[in-house]
């Protein structure tokens, strides 16, 4: 099992994905991927594509965070739903992680 630091792109995760490669997403990689949005290091777009990629069934969630992770993920892979996650809603969520 791979786990990610939140430095990975977009590239690098679905190519673990592509290869079957079980991945383990942690609340703080997930933290770092928000403060990356906040730093503008990464677009909404990217973020939307990496939660796309992030919600698949060979990605497993830190286990005492799996439904805020889950809960971000789809806000993030969701923004016709949601709206784009704005610097301040990316704080909001680190705070629950």
Do not use: W
């Amino acid at each position: 099992m791979k786990h990610l630091t939140g430095h990975e792109t977009l590239e690098d995760v679905s190519k673990l994905v592509a290869q079957g490669e079980r991945i383990l997403l942690s609340s703080s990689a997930m933290k770092i991927i928000l403060k990356s949005l906040i730093a503008k290091e990464i677009t909404a777009e990217k973020a939307q594509h990496l939660a796309d990629v992030f919600e698949c069934e060979l990605v497993d969630y830190d286990l005492f965070k799996s439904q805020e992770i889950a809960d971000i993920l789809f806000e993030l892979s969701s923004p016709e739903i949601n709206g784009v996650v704005t610097p301040e809603r990316c704080i909001e969520l680190i705070a629950k992680l």
